[in-house]
């Protein structure tokens, strides 16, 4: 019997029968609704081992995990590379800047010669669209059994990043997967056009039974073909109104091809979130942010701070346990 004190976490959830739908990860569109609900189950999983200290199980011992990162990352890089660890794989954190990349090897050689040493799993940020998909061709062509994770490519998908983000809202708001997150209203504010993040998040989000919307200026709108189904809000203070949830994105300077057409103190001014602003939005309404910040550009420095508003250090919290249940569930 238990002892009444001891830790309690919810149980390991079942694999979908069958397995997983994929052998990679490239997005959130690519899983079906079982990938989704046991990715995040065993997130949760997760979680609650971390949150009791309890010691972790290692499915990855004896696999080896390489992080290939060709932007910048904090959160990701670091959350995966924790993870893998966690769970006991070999983890190597490619540095690119050192690479025979810089020599101009190819991006398919780069991956094949990686795949060729034993990787079981590769982490992958990169800048250009549909990399991973086309990485996976590489792969297949050459019978490499690597799975490839997207660690955020181009501005088309983020998945891990809508998984946590999912994973929080359901963290705070007491629900499982399964119960979803019908009922509540989030309004994704900001350069919505270049964020890799609002992609997978208009996805994933919806599909949990989420009422979305988008706000930002004009041009960081992205083009009417895109996300159709879902509203837009042309002013912070419409956006705001009704929303339980919002989040925040940073204007993406490196993905746009001319500048974003306004100064950071306008676009403060005018889109910016501050405690005051966040009276428009429901009673108790929450922020959320990706990272990295911009402080008192696309929010106060003080309501990024305000653990009773803010869920950002949440989010970055839920990376770990949510990176261990893709890693998990996706080493081959
Ligand atoms: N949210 C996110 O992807 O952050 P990093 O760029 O720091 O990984």
Redesign the pocket.
Known sequence: MNHPDAPTYPARPDPPSGGLSRLHLDAIHSLNDADILYLLNLGAYYKGLLMAGATLPQPLAGRTQINVFF?????????FELAGKKLGADVLVLPIAHSSAQKGEELRDTIQTLAAMGADIMVV?HSQARIIRMMAECLGESGLPTSLIN??EGTKG?PT?ALLDAATLLERFNRTPQQGLEGMTISIVGDIKHS??AASNAELLTRLGATLRLAGPEAMLPDDDFYSEIERRTSLQSALEGADIIMALRIQLERMDSGPGMSNEDYFNQWGLTHERMAWANRGALIMH???INRNVELAGALADDKARSLILN?VAM?VPTRMAVLDAFTC
């Open positions: 932007e910048n990352s904090t959160r990701t890089s670091s959350s940020r660690a955020g983020h990043q890799r993040v990706p990272g990295p989010q990376g």
